[in-house]
Each structure stands twice: as structure tokens, then as C-alpha cells.
């Protein structure tokens, strides 16, 4: 996917697969969708994101607010929606999860924002998930489009759904063509890109290897979001570079190999060196994971 809302730029959108639960992401009228008392709905109302005219307006007095029921395991779930003030001002909304479990209060400016909210769910039937007041019940007047429930602890691109009850599965992104042999120098090079996290998840990566654990060089976002670089020799590993920077914006990030030079750099700066190892022999494709099929690279990328 190119998504060219990233800082500006466009870049390659890799996102895993994830199943939209809301069978009525846009039609907020539907009868599927249930209103508090005080809640007025009007769809196609005004211009959204995508450049039609199939916003809703959200107007609420009161304890008012809509959403939609659902049984929902003991895992983690994220809700989202795009919002905009009707009005001049800003005002504040809040998105409820399982019936209980509110984001608290969320900024509605005059632009359209997508705001979002990660709870667990509890197992029990018939739970409550959509958008409503803020926490003081303050009359509300805003836009809404773009409904979004999918299990996982961040939000991805945003899945329309026109009534399938059983929801709409988006499949995981894939990168193929990266090159092979010819393309690539065992003796002494620079893998860089400039990349992104989608947010904290499991550890992810971009490697440049022959298919093994064996030979690698490669970048990854741990588990904390924490940047790290290594370059992997059969008999030899250099280690410890990282960066624990903001990754949920696009930092370029080089690492340089030669036998007894590497060096780990971010932004054009020079982060780590070190001068004791030899480099990886037979470097023949570039992949969006951990080299071996594992630890697949889900976020941004400008270039690489």
C-alpha cells in the first residue's frame, strides 16, 4: 500500500492482516448501530477523507453517543475513528470499548484526525464499542467516518465495510522483487532506509541475508520499539547497536560493513562503531523480515 499521509511523503505501507468487525463502518444510520438517547445522526452530511461526500454528523445532547455489540475474546482490541468538528471550535469525545473501557477524553479539532483506542476485551456477550460524549456529557456537534474495530494493539489502515456481518479481512502486505546476488557486495557496503513503526508490537525487520541465520545484516524494532542494528557472520557477530529514539516518525538509519569497520548511523549521525569482525558471505536478497521468514517488518518505508 503507498500511503502518502506520512510527514508529508509517500511511503510503502506494510500492515498484517486484520479482520474490520464493524459491518456498517460508514452507514451510522443503520439500525445496527445503536444511538443513546439525545444521539441525531445524519450520513452523508459532509466531504471525508477519502474526498466524497459520505461523512456523518455526530450531533448529541446529553449522555449521548452510538455503537455497535459485540462478543469480544480476552485479547487486545483497537477502535478508531475519523473525526472533525462541525463548529469553530474543538470539542471532546471519548471511545468506549467491551461496555467499560473508555479512552477518556479525546481532542476534536476543525481538521480531520483519526483517533483511536486500545482495551481488552472480556469474553462476554453483547458489548458496546463505538464513539460518544466526553466525559462531562457536554453537547457534542462533530463529523465521523471511517469506523474501524480489528483485534490488535494498534490501529491499521482503515478497512471499509458496506454490510458484511461476518466482517472484511485485509490481508498481510508483502514485499517481493528486492533483487538477488548480482545486486548485492559481501565485502563492504551500506544497508540504509528510512523507515517507521506502525507502534509498539513484536519485534520486526528488514534484512539483508542468503536465507539463513547465518549471514545477515539487518535492522529491527524490538519489542520496545527500540531501533537496534547487527551485522551476523557464521563465526562472527558485531552487536549492540541501537537507537532508542522516536520510531513512530521516520528516522534514516545506515548501517556500514567492512571487515574490522561497521558503524551504526541515524539521521546522519554516527551512533555506534565497532572494529573487530569480518562480514557475511553470500548477501542474496533483501527482506522485509528477520531473513529467515520470521519477524515480518510492519510500518513505513521511504526508502531503502
Not at 184 to 206: H, K
Request: hydrophobic share 30%; glycine share 10%.
Amino acid at each position: 500500500l503507498i500511503d502518502g499521509v506520512v510527514n508529508g511523503c509517500p511511503s510503502h505501507l506494510l500492515e498484517p492482516e486484520r479482520l474490520q468487525l464493524f459491518p456498517y463502518s460508514e452507514d451510522f444510520e443503520n439500525s445496527d448501530w445503536t444511538k443513546n438517547a439525545g444521539t441525531t445522526i445524519t450520513n452523508n452530511y459532509a466531504t471525508s477523507p477519502d474526498g466524497t461526500l459520505n461523512a456523518s454528523r455526530y450531533l448529541g445532547t446529553g449522555a449521548s453517543g452510538l455503537g455497535d455489540k459485540f462478543t469480544l475474546s480476552s485479547a487486545s482490541y483497537t477502535l478508531s475513528f475519523y473525526v472533525k468538528s462541525n463548529t469553530s471550535e474543538n470539542q471532546f469525545c471519548a471511545l468506549l470499548g467491551d461496555s467499560s473501557q473508555s479512552s477518556g477524553d479525546l481532542l476534536v479539532t476543525t481538521e480531520w484526525k483519526r483517533i483511536s483506542h486500545t482495551f481488552t476485551g472480556s469474553g462476554l456477550s453483547n458489548k458496546t464499542n463505538g464513539i460518544f460524549r466526553d466525559s462531562s456529557n457536554n453537547d457534542i456537534d462533530i463529523l465521523i467516518y471511517g469506523a474501524q474495530l480489528e483485534q490488535g494493539s494498534f490501529p491499521t489502515s482503515y478497512i471499509p465495510n458496506y454490510g458484511t456481518a461476518a466482517g472484511i479481512t485485509r490481508s498481510a502486505d508483502t514485499a517481493n522483487g528486492a533483487g538477488d546476488a548480482s545486486t548485492f557486495n559481501d565485502s563492504e557496503g551500506v544497508l540504509m532506509a528510512e523507515i517507521s513503526a506502525l507502534a509498539t508490537a513484536p519485534t520486526r525487520g528488514i534484512t539483508l541475508g542468503d536465507g539463513t541465520n547465518s549471514n545477515r545484516i539487518q535492522f529491527y524494532y524490538n519489542s520496545s520499539n527500540v531501533l537496534n542494528g547487527n551485522v551476523i557472520n557464521v563465526v562472527s557477530q558485531v552487536t549492540g547497536f541501537s537507537y532508542n529514539g522516536d520510531s513512530n516518525t521516520p528516522n534514516k538509519v545506515a548501517l556500514k560493513y567492512k571487515v574490522n569497520d561497521f558503524s551504526f548511523w541515524v539521521n546522519g549521525f554516527k551512533i555506534e562503531v565497532d572494529t573487530d569482525g569480518i562480514t557475511p558471505v553470500g548477501l542474496n536478497r533483501l527482506n522485509f523480515d528477520n531473513g529467515v521468514g520470521g519477524a515480518p517488518f510492519y510500518g513505513n518505508t521511504k526508502q531503502i
